[in-house]
């Protein structure tokens, strides 16, 4: 994408958006659950001086229901009594005017738009005019879906209604093929929504990425090698019995240890010559793969152009299968991950079929029953 950058009035009124120079650590549970795991949690992350803003869920959005959907209102008592006890800056998702009000009624100090709420405009607008004359943080989840105009649509619906204390946290997106993730980071989005919002704090959120724990400390890396502001993360006093997220959540000790193990100021990609000459490697190989595609776009159109003189329908179900079937066995000979090979021939035969419908589309009818 080549659209220009777009400019946004950023005028930060706290410290955790004018960032400094660690990156700002955002921890705590993914659900508000009792008054107990709230101040539990909250008390030992705030030994950790690293950590400043203490987030937790309190109204929980599940794609099914029936499953835990958060407290309310008693979490905002609980978060405010966090902020009392322990001084650390509190934040809760929002996603709707009630919540807003709810929020700031409890003195919730930065509010965030879920990825959930991200993808629709009607409620990033509810919001945004909900908080017209107020002047509170607000940091934007990127939306599900990997569109990217969505999360800059966000952005600037929170900046028409005034909001000039803006973030970005990136979570992941959901894509044919996650795997090991919960949601694909797709690295190359933080470059480009840099590009697109330069200036705008930008934070990584490892744990809805990751969905596991075992793979946190990987992701916040990459996170940080590519210079984000900071990260948020989240960490249950008893990750085990957690009511929301708990596969991916680390107890205060955990996180600390993770962090110290980060490089935390790492705005640096080691380059040396073994990893150029890999490199070099695959640029060689994805210049083969451009040609075989090449190669196999104009059969394709071939094919197309047999299927219209013959009144053939483009869409073969049977041969479909076939296809599908062969690619995915050759796969499993070569130990090639079986979803990932899926979903690549499914974008080529996608395309494929488009090639041939341009095909038809281009050209007289003239056919020919089949013989
Ligand atoms: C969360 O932060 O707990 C959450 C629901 O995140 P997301 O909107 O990224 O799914
Ligand atoms: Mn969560």
Redo the contacts with the bound molecule.
Sequence with gaps: MNAASINIDLTPTTAILNGGPLPTVIAGP??AESEEQMLQTARELKKDKRISVF?A?IW??RTRPGLFEGVGKPGLEWLQTVKQETGLLTAC?VANTRHVEEALAYGVDIL?L????TVNPFSVQEIADALVGVKVPVLV?NP?NPDIQLWVGAMERLNQAGITDLGL?H??FSTPNNKPYR?HPKWETIQEIRRLLPGVPLFT?P??IAGRRDLLQTVSQQALHLGVDGL?I?SHINPDVAL??ASQQLTPQDLDTMLTALDLDAEHVANPEQLQTLRNLIDRLDNELINVLFLRSDVSRRIGEYKRSHALDIYQAGRWSQVLENRLQLAQQTGLDEEFVKAIFEAIHGHSLGLQNEVIASAPASRTPVQ
């Design positions: 993914c659900s987030r869920g929980k959005p998702e965030w879920g990825a959930r709420t989840k599900v946290i979570r992941g949601n959120d744990s809805h948020m989240e929301s997220d």
